[in-house]
């Protein structure tokens, strides 16, 4: 496995406990479809939760959130309904989360979650 994906997979494993110790219900994790992919899908509470996880070891290039830009939240909407329409369930709402992971070499993983980009 490349570096930079290992980074990314620890991210998401850390971002996944860190949504369900906050009471999300993860429902599935790194869904894929011919047009892309959703990192977290989540319920919290009523709400379906799509969920991006940026991981970053420094922030020499910016915050990961920073990463995540109105583009990439487009396509997130294109690739949720894709996925509603994969599955039978009918939530209340649907909110788009950004976690980012900053996860420096030495030192402990700092978690952000921005709620509904």
């Known amino acids: 496995m490349k570096p930079k994906d290992a ?32 990192d977290v899908i989540a319920r919290d509470k009523d709400d379906l939760v799509i969920c991006e996880v940026k991981t970053r070891r420094s922030t020499v290039f910016g915050e990961p959130i920073e990463a995540v830009t109105p583009r990439k939240v487009r396509r997130m909407r294109g690739l ?21 992971v900053l996860a420096p070499v030495v030192g402990p993983p700092t978690i952000t979650h921005i709620r509904g980009v």
């Open 80 to 100: 949720a309904l894709r996925w509603l329409e994969t599955k039978s369930v009918s939530p209340r709402g649907i909110r788009f989360d950004v976690v980012g």
């Open 7 to 38: 980074l990314g997979k620890y991210g998401e494993e850390l971002a996944t406990r860190y949504l369900s110790k906050n009471g999300m219900v993860i429902l599935e994790r790194n869904w894929r479809c011919d047009i892309g992919e959703l």
